[in-house]
């Protein structure tokens, strides 16, 4: 059996060697360890579950995680279907605000995945998620094409308006306002805004290089 770390995966076991290594981001308290492995192993775990279960030839450049819950013994093997064979869309794992679920990526396709009760998983409907952004206290932020979705300790949160015709830029985060651009394809101009993070709601922009 592979061996856990704290960090969950070593930039030597890069997936391919044209892509980057794949993230791990602990920001998140967990109750969990999980390792991505190379390749598929050859000894399978006793636990497996494949994401999504209705995948076909879903082992095929599939992301490969074991993942340890800290209240079993026994870890369960993780497979999760790759979406897309681009080294611009992220591919590894993330904590989440509920320590009991994580996030696994592959090729922007995310699966948020409970630990414990690994049957119980959430297929994101942003195919694919360009970005994922963790925010303290408890949001984690996942980024599509046209809007973005916040994920809570209890699951969705909100998701905001189409902020963008292709493709967003985060410019900052300012105590509870997230800033950034998106592409209007009327004006062919990257256009400002400003979401509250509590809601997603819009909030106006501010342009503190012009001030």
């Not at 800290?70 to 064979?85: D, I, K, M, V």
């Not at 049957?119 to 206290?137: C, K, M, T, W």
């Not at 830029?169 to 993070?197: C, E, H, Q």
Request: overall charge negative; charged content about 20%; hydrophobic content about 40%.
């Amino acid at each position: 059996m592979p061996l856990f770390t704290d960090y969950g995966f070593s930039e030597k076991k890069a997936l391919t060697d044209a892509h980057p290594a794949p993230t791990f981001d602990g920001t998140f308290s967990h109750h969990w360890k999980a390792e991505i492995l190379p390749r598929r192993p050859l000894i399978l775990p006793r636990r497996q579950f494949v994401y999504p279960a209705q995948a076909e030839e879903v082992e095929r450049g599939a992301l490969e995680v074991l993942i340890q819950p800290l209240e079993s013994t026994e870890p369960f093997l993780a497979t999760c279907a790759l979406g897309f064979r681009d080294p611009a869309v992220p591919t590894g794992i993330w904590s989440m605000p509920n320590p009991d679920w994580l996030c696994t990526v592959s090729g922007g396709y995310a699966y948020l995945i409970h630990a414990i009760q690994p049957e119980q998983f959430h297929f994101l409907r942003y195919r694919p998620v360009l970005s994922v952004l963790p925010h303290a206290p408890g949001l984690l932020l996942f980024l599509g094409h046209h809007s973005i979705l916040a994920w809570g300790r209890d699951g969705e949160i909100w998701e905001s308006d189409r902020l963008s015709s292709e493709g967003l830029t985060i410019d900052r985060i300012d105590g509870s306002v997230l800033n950034g651009y998106g592409w209007d394809m009327v004006t062919d101009k990257d256009l400002p805004f400003a979401l509250d993070l509590s809601t997603g709601l819009s909030v106006g922009w501010k342009d503190t290089a012009k001030i």
